[in-house]
C-alpha cells in the first residue's frame, strides 16, 4: 500500500528552472514536491516519484551526478554557481540548491569525517561543472549488525532509483574476504529479471556438493546450485524484506567460511551497466579500486 502526494509535472519543472535560473532563489531552503504515507513501499515512493523526476528532466536537462541514501534519492544539476539537489527520506522529497562552492565543501567534509551524505554516487559524466572536492577511501562496517544494515540499504536504494535515473540498468559488485581470497560472491540488483530483481551467487566448487552441503548452503539462505557449482539465491523487488533478506544471506556465507570482520572484506568491480563510475561509499566494506577524481 503507498500514499503520496505530489506536485503536478509542469510545476516541479518550474520549480527546479527557477532554483536553478534565478538570482533570488532562496538558498538552502527545501521545497517539498512529493510526500509519502508511512505505508508507502520502495515501489510505490518510486512510481510515484516518476513523472516528477522526468518533468524534472525534461526541463533542466540530465543530472550532473546520479545517487542516491539509504532513505531517498540525492541527484544533482550543478552549475558554475549552484547547484540543485533533488533530496529526501521515505517521508518526502524534496527540491533545493545550494551555493556550489559550500556546498562541496561541506559535503567533503562530512564524508572525510565519516559521515554519509550519500550511499552511493553515479557519475556518467553528464553535464555541468566537477568542482574538484572528491573522496578517497570507504570505511568499513563497525561490527556485523551494521555491515548488514548498510548491504540492505544500498540494495533497497537501488532498487528504488536506479529505474528512474539509470533506466534499463543493471548495478553489481563482487566480494572477496581476505580469509577465503580468490572466492568469488557476486551481488546485483537487475530490474529486468522480473521477480528476481534481487540476486547473489557464490562459487562452491571446492565442495563436494553432499546433501549435507545442500542443507548448510541452505541454512545460509541459498535456494539453489547451477550446473557449474555456484549456489543462488533470487529475491523479488516487491517484497519489502528481500534487501535485508539478501544482505543476511551475504553476511551468513561470509561468516561461514572463516571471515571475522567487514574489513576482511572488500567490494570490487563496482559497476552499474558498464557505464560510468559508481561510488559506494555506504557499503560496509572496503572498495577496489578506491575512488579517485572525477574526470
Avoid at 554557481?81 to 567533503?108: C, N, P, Y
Avoid at 551524505?117 to 572528491?134: F, K
Avoid at 521477480?195 to 535456494?223: K, L, S, V
Wanted: include cysteine.
Amino acid at each position: 500500500m503507498t500514499d503520496t502526494t505530489g506536485m503536478v509535472r509542469h510545476d516541479v519543472a518550474d520549480l527546479a528552472q527557477s532554483l536553478l535560473t534565478d538570482g533570488d532563489a532562496d538558498l538552502d531552503r527545501r521545497f517539498t514536491v512529493l510526500t509519502h504515507g508511512r505505508a508507502s513501499s520502495l515501489i510505490g515512493r518510486r512510481e510515484a516519484l516518476r513523472p516528477l523526476y522526468e518533468a524534472i528532466v525534461a526541463r533542466v536537462g540530465q543530472p550532473t551526478l546520479l545517487g542516491g541514501t539509504a532513505h531517498g534519492p540525492s541527484v544533482r544539476w550543478s552549475g558554475s554557481e549552484r547547484i540543485l539537489l533533488l533530496s529526501g527520506d521515505h517521508s518526502e522529497t524534496v527540491l533545493s540548491v545550494h551555493e556550489a562552492k559550500a556546498f562541496v565543501q561541506a559535503e567533503f567534509s562530512r564524508l572525510d569525517s565519516g559521515g554519509l551524505p550519500y550511499t552511493w554516487q553515479l557519475d556518467r559524466h553528464g553535464p555541468g561543472h566537477d568542482h574538484g572536492w572528491t573522496f578517497n577511501g570507504h570505511a568499513a562496517a563497525n561490527g556485523w549488525t551494521q555491515a548488514e544494515e548498510c548491504l540492505a540499504g544500498m540494495l533497497a536504494s537501488w532498487a528504488e532509483h536506479m529505474p528512474l535515473q539509470a533506466p534499463g540498468d543493471w548495478v553489481s559488485f563482487k566480494l572477496w574476504a581476505s580469509r577465503d581470497w580468490g572466492r568469488t560472491m557476486i551481488v546485483s540488483y537487475e530490474p529486468s529479471e522480473t521477480n528476481g530483481e534481487f540476486y547473489a551467487c557464490i562459487d562452491d566448487r571446492d565442495h563436494e556438493q553432499t546433501p549435507e552441503r545442500a542443507m548448510q548452503m541452505r541454512a545460509r539462505g541459498w535456494q539453489d546450485l547451477d550446473e557449474v557449482g555456484r549456489w543462488r539465491t533470487r529475491l523479488h523487488e516487491t517484497d519489502p524484506t528481500a534487501p535485508a533478506m539478501l544482505a543476511r544471506l551475504i553476511v551468513t556465507d561470509l561468516r561461514a567460511r572463516g571471515t571475522v570482520c567487514p574489513d576482511e572484506v572488500t567490494a570490487w568491480d563496482i559497476s552499474a551497466g558498464d557505464h560510468g563510475e559508481l561510488w559506494v561509499p555506504g557499503i560496509g566494506v572496503d572498495v577496489h579500486p578506491r575512488r579517485g577524481p572525477h574526470c
